[in-house]
């Protein structure tokens, strides 16, 4: 009598396991994947900072320890770059920082703003980082330039020098150039442009080089460009009196 061999096959419920666990184990792949892209993502942003604080600094001792113009009276020239009319676009080349941004003189555009879809362009050529002009970048009276000196400035490492930014806009978001306190020099709201897109936090080059992680405070300020602040993760940080870490000359605790 034969006797013919049964090769047992897998049943319905093993079938649906193995096909769980293929799918947990695509999940964490995946998920890993991400987080290691995010973290490179960041690494390089907050290297991109750097590079800015450096070539500040760069510029304050070519000039006597004066801090860069944010922009010149007639707004042709900005810190990252230049233009030939007002309508025009900026170009990196003629910019008051480009000599010292490598041989490419323009500054390095940030990789987390890359990945975000709904980006408009404003002034483009600051690579989505912003400057702490108002009060850093000195002031235009009668066509003269006053500018800052780094050399006087109290506690540089508590004071902002370039941080990641955008606008909020209806739209989306929008490049902005300028790192934005909660008041203007005579006493007017601001609309906020420091945009937390590492995470849920924004990466800051302070005013001594060293580059930070910081988490948004629950001011979220005026809008002008019919934008939702906290839905894009644009705000403020830190403490509100006096503008915060934004003024050099505030008051410390």
Same mark, same amino acid.
């Given at each position: 009598?034969?006797?013919?061999?049964?090769?047992?096959?897998?049943? !319905?419920?093993?079938?649906?396991?193995?096909?769980?666990?293929?799918?947990? !184990?695509?999940?964490?792949?995946?998920?890993?994947?991400?987080?290691?892209?995010?973290?490179?993502?960041?690494?390089?942003?907050?290297?991109?900072?750097?590079?800015?604080?450096?070539?500040?600094? %760069?510029?304050?001792?070519? &000039?006597?320890?004066?801090?860069? *113009?944010?922009?010149?009276?007639?707004?042709?020239?900005?810190? &990252?770059?230049?233009?030939?009319?007002?309508? %025009?676009?900026?170009?990196?080349?003629?910019?008051?920082?480009? *000599?010292?941004?490598? &041989?490419?003189?323009?500054?390095?555009?940030?990789?987390?703003?890359?990945?975000?879809?709904?980006?408009?362009?404003?002034?483009?050529?600051?690579?989505?980082?912003?400057?702490?002009?108002?009060?850093?970048? /000195?002031?235009?009276?009668?066509?003269?330039?006053?500018?800052?000196?780094?050399?006087?400035? *109290?506690?540089?490492?508590?004071?902002?020098?370039?941080?990641?930014?955008?606008?909020?806009?209806?739209? /989306?978001?929008?490049?902005?150039?300028?790192?934005?306190?909660?008041?203007?020099?005579?006493?007017?709201?601001?609309?906020?442009?420091?945009?937390?897109? %590492?995470?849920?936090?924004?990466?800051?080059?302070?005013?001594?080089?060293?580059?930070?992680?910081?988490? *948004?405070?629950?001011?979220?300020?005026?809008?002008?460009?019919?934008?939702?602040?906290?839905?894009?993760?644009?705000?403020?940080?830190?403490?509100?009196?006096?503008?915060?870490?934004?003024?050099?000359?505030?008051?410390?605790?």
């Amino acid at each position: 009598m034969r006797t013919e061999n049964h090769k047992p096959g897998f049943t !319905l419920i093993e079938m649906l396991v193995v096909i769980s666990i293929i799918g947990l !184990l695509a999940t964490l792949t995946a998920t890993g994947v991400g987080s290691a892209l995010e973290r490179a993502r960041t690494a390089a942003s907050r290297s991109n900072l750097r590079q800015l604080a450096l070539a500040g600094v %760069a510029y304050a001792v070519d &000039h006597n320890g004066a801090l860069p *113009p944010g922009a010149s009276v007639n707004n042709r020239v900005r810190w &990252h770059g230049a233009r030939t009319s007002i309508s %025009a676009p900026f170009e990196p080349e003629g910019g008051y920082l480009s *000599p010292y941004l490598g &041989h490419t003189g323009q500054v390095n555009r940030c990789p987390l703003l890359d990945r975000i879809s709904n980006v408009r362009s404003f002034e483009i050529g600051s690579g989505g980082y912003g400057y702490n002009s108002t009060n850093l970048g /000195g002031i235009w009276s009668g066509g003269q330039h006053r500018p800052v000196d780094y050399t006087r400035l *109290p506690q540089p490492s508590q004071t902002v020098f370039f941080a990641t930014t955008a606008f909020a806009t209806a739209n /989306g978001i929008m490049e902005y150039p300028f790192s934005d306190p909660y008041q203007s020099r005579d006493g007017h709201s601001l609309q906020p442009s420091t945009h937390f897109r %590492a995470n849920g936090k924004a990466l800051v080059a302070w005013l001594d080089g060293h580059v930070s992680l910081e988490s *948004p405070n629950n001011q979220t300020g005026p809008n002008y460009y019919g934008g939702k602040n906290q839905e894009q993760r644009i705000g403020w940080f830190g403490p509100t009196e006096q503008n915060g870490y934004w003024n050099p000359s505030r008051e410390r605790e």
